[in-house]
């Protein structure tokens, strides 16, 4: 476990008057009173016995191990009661290794033996090996020319016991430990490392007798004994070293699935947590398309369509349809930058998004200026008739339109036109590549002609809705009319829808709720006519340098005044922003970049742009100059 601690080792020997001496060697000093401790307790609770230990030589220069004298005083006493130690005694027995010497020398032949001890050494007094095991012989045999008068310490030194040299009489004294040897550097034995006990034998022929160390190699694992050249079959029969070998190779084996398996475990549960991610983008990008999907279609067609099913074309006996566009839009557009006419009708239509997505309506499509809605294809509308909800929408176009500027003159707002017609349509989608849901019929073409034929800032509603909300007292009309309508056969009855008393709160929170950049207050409309007049009698008094220098490109004087009238409406809003925000509840912090926005437009158009000052004075430099010529041909003429 702890490989640099060399752990300490222990020899006895015969001292005076029956007592034994215990040899102590170790690298570590100071714990030889600990060891008298250790002893005593195993005496006692391993053989019952009750000693007395002392220390006769301690490490000094002249003694290198610790000597203690131990003698025995008697036998604990237990229930059986005490016992001399010769009673005692008699359980145990000094075990008589003669037999080995009749083993090795007539019952068992000697190639036999060392088959079944293939990891022994015979040596005699001199420390020349008379016989060994079959595997030590053929790692000794491959650099050893002469392996009949090798000896002991030509291949091995010893470890353990500590401080003992390889002598016939050390190992003799030392035959109750057991010993380790090693290998020397310069030959095959150099990393083999044996383990086992000293047994002297005793032979009639030679008073000093034979020593047999019966060992095994200390092998690590199943890769040390490949390295050293071994194999499972060189170990010893009676050894738990194969086994052990066997059990901690089967043991690594089985680390080395466990860590795949846990391994294998991360990277799946890496993947399951990549695979989770996958499935919430995945329901997230689903969620969008849903989404867009019903936007682009009712309900039902769009779950037809998810399923991969074709939509049938499908009749509706009953819908109103509504119409709206923007009064003066032409001319809007000719008189503006495109990009203010975009930001005019993204804000313009996200107000009628609004409201369609509060009244539950399906909006058809939206081209150019052309707002188209119908109530009555799904049953979104709850309870409510089709033609009481389209109404309530128009009514609140109507009053969020007040509230969008208009691009060209940023002190009034957008007008609009909106008209309602019920009937029967036939709907279905049209189109593979980018397919939309289309509605069909003589419906769609009266409520197209009734916007179309209608009046700026008005509702115009035939008279087949009308008949629809004949039974709500809460919507109020003005007197019908009789309009003519193209490809319509007959004239029809109109009527302008004025409001709707129950919701004329709904439509004061409409005014107050801002969600475009173009969105203005009622005070502003009236406060800024004043400077809109004061502006253009400025413009009249510089028209007449203007004209002097008869600029052709009329789309930049057009929008020259444009700009100036824009950065004095933003001036005026910005003395007046107090005041605005007391009306409409909001802050008014979009005008600067609404300014700032329009500034760069118009610069991108026409460049750097010149005020009707510095045109005054270019006309006033053009006079001079020109009087000046004439001068010049006068005096040059009459000269």
């Not at 000597?67 to 016992?83: C, M």
């Not at 650099?143 to 470890?159: G, H, N, R």
């Not at 349809?321 to 993204?346: K, N, W």
């Not at 197209?448 to 087949?464: F, H, L, Y």
Request: charged share 25%; glycine share 6%.
């Amino acid at each position: 476990m702890f490989p640099a601690m060399k752990a300490p080792s222990f020899r006895c020997s015969d001292g005076p008057n029956g007592d034994i001496y215990l040899h102590y060697y170790s690298a570590r000093r100071g714990l030889q009173h600990i060891v008298i401790g250790i002893v005593k307790t195993v005496c006692r609770q391993l053989h019952n016995t009750v000693v007395r230990m002392e220390i006769v030589e301690e490490v000094d220069d002249t003694h290198d191990h610790v000597v203690f004298a131990i003698q025995e005083l008697g036998l604990v006493s237990s229930k059986r009661g005490a016992t001399s130690v010769d009673q005692h005694c008699q359980h145990y027995f000094q075990p008589d290794l003669s037999y080995i010497e009749k083993l090795c020398w007539s019952s068992v032949p000697v190639v036999q033996f060392c088959q079944i001890f293939p990891f022994h050494v015979v040596f005699d007094d001199q420390l020349q090996i008379r016989q060994m095991g079959v595997s030590l012989f053929r790692i000794v045999a491959t650099s050893v020319v002469d392996v009949q008068t090798v000896t002991l310490t030509d291949l091995f030194i010893v470890e353990r016991p500590q401080g003992m040299t390889l002598s016939f009489s050390e190992i003799k004294a030392h035959t109750n430990m057991v010993f380790v040897l090693r290998g020397k550097g310069s030959l095959p034995t150099e990393a083999l490392r044996v383990k086992g006990q000293m047994t002297h034998l005793n032979d009639d022929n030679d008073s000093a007798g034979k020593m047999l160390f019966l060992c095994s190699p200390r092998i690590g694992d199943i890769s040390d004994l490949c390295g050293r050249r071994l194999y499972l079959s060189d170990l010893p029969l009676h050894d738990a070293t194969r086994d052990m070998l066997l059990l901690d190779d089967t043991r690594a084996n089985q680390h080395c699935e466990i860590l795949k398996l846990e391994e294998m475990n991360t990277k799946l549960n890496v993947a399951h947590q990549d695979l989770a991610n996958a499935h919430q983008d995945l329901a997230k990008e689903k969620d969008l398309t849903d989404k867009l999907l019903y936007s682009m279609f009712p309900m039902h067609v769009a779950s037809q369509l998810k399923q991969k099913k074709a939509v049938a074309a499908e009749t509706f006996p009953s819908v109103t349809i509504l119409f709206s566009d923007v009064v003066g839009f032409t001319s809007i557009c000719g008189s503006c930058h495109p990009s203010r006419v975009v930001r005019m009708l993204d804000g313009l239509y996200k107000e009628f998004d609004a409201v369609t997505r509060e009244n539950k309506l399906y909006k058809v499509e939206t081209i150019g200026d052309a707002y188209m809605v119908v109530g009555g294809l799904t049953s979104r509308t709850g309870h409510d008739s089709h033609e009481e909800v389209v109404c309530n929408q128009a009514l609140d176009m109507m009053a969020v339109v007040s509230k969008v500027r208009n691009p060209s003159h940023l002190r009034d707002h957008i007008h609009i036109r909106v008209g309602i017609h019920s009937g029967e349509v036939m709907a279905g989608v049209v189109g593979d590549l980018m397919p939309r849901y289309c509605l069909f019929g003589d419906a769609v073409n009266v409520a197209s002609r009734t916007e179309s034929t209608g009046v700026a800032d008005k509702i115009q509603v035939t008279e087949a809705t009308h008949k629809g909300l004949e039974i709500m007292p809460q919507f109020v009309f003005e007197t019908p009319h009789v309009v003519g309508m193209k490809n319509v056969r007959r004239p029809m009855v109109c009527y302008f829808l004025k409001e709707n008393r129950q919701r004329l709160k709904r439509h004061q929170e409409l005014l107050r709720r801002r969600t475009s950049v173009y969105l203005m207050s009622s005070s502003q409309i009236s406060k800024n006519e004043q400077i809109q007049s004061q502006h253009q009698e400025r413009n009249a008094r510089s028209s007449m340098d203007q004209t002097a220098l008869a600029i052709p490109e009329k789309s930049k004087a057009v929008e020259s005044n444009y700009l100036v009238e824009e950065a004095m409406a933003v001036k005026e809003q910005m003395e007046q922003q107090g005041e605005t925000v007391e009306e409409t509840d909001q802050p008014n912090e979009d005008t600067d970049q609404l300014a700032k926005r329009e500034a760069m437009d118009g610069d991108e158009v026409g460049g750097n742009r010149e005020t009707p000052k510095m045109k005054s004075q270019f006309s006033v430099c053009l006079l001079v100059a020109f009087l000046v010529v004439v001068i010049a041909v006068s005096i040059h003429f009459y000269s």
